[in-house]
């Protein structure tokens, strides 16, 4: 294993940024019942039986409480054309999604308007990871997916979805 002596973490960062990712908003209530979001791109599928997923959450982000004791969460996928959400969860202040369109599924998590799908999970588990907590959550519904183009990020920024390679 590598100690951290070895890996240099601008370097680190910057092999990272060469990953492409989609992006999402995680949503869940406060335990005061007010909807919060936070933009994450540490999001992945993990079990298709039972039907889990993964985000990691940052321990030093301003909203880890909010979202490290929820029991539920909504993970929005976001498409080409909401560039300014994702800017606007990646914020620091409370947001409490103010002039936001969205409704409730199952959990009560916010479901974002105009996503491309949107997935409403209790949390399952936590694990610890250094510097981030991984927060599994089992899909309790789904909603329904609309057929547009992604929001990509990769090295650093913000990208859209070329041809496919057989076009
Ligand atoms: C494109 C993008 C992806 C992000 N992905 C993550 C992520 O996967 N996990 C995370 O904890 N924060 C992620 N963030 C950061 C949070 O959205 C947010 O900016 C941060 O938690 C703000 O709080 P802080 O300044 O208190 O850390 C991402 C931000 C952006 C813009």
Redesign the pocket.
Known sequence: MASKDCVNEATFRQALSRFATG?VVVTTQSVSGCPRA??????TSVSLNPPLVL????K????FGTFAEAPSFAVNVLSADQQAL??R????AEDDLSEVSFRRLMTGSPILSGCLTALDCITEKHFDAGD?LIVVGKVQAIDEPRDDEPLV?FESGYRRLKLPLDS
């Open positions: 992006i936070i933009t994450i791109n540490a999001f985000f990691c959450l940052g030093s982000a301003y909203q994702s800017d969860f990646a914020q620091e981030h990020y």
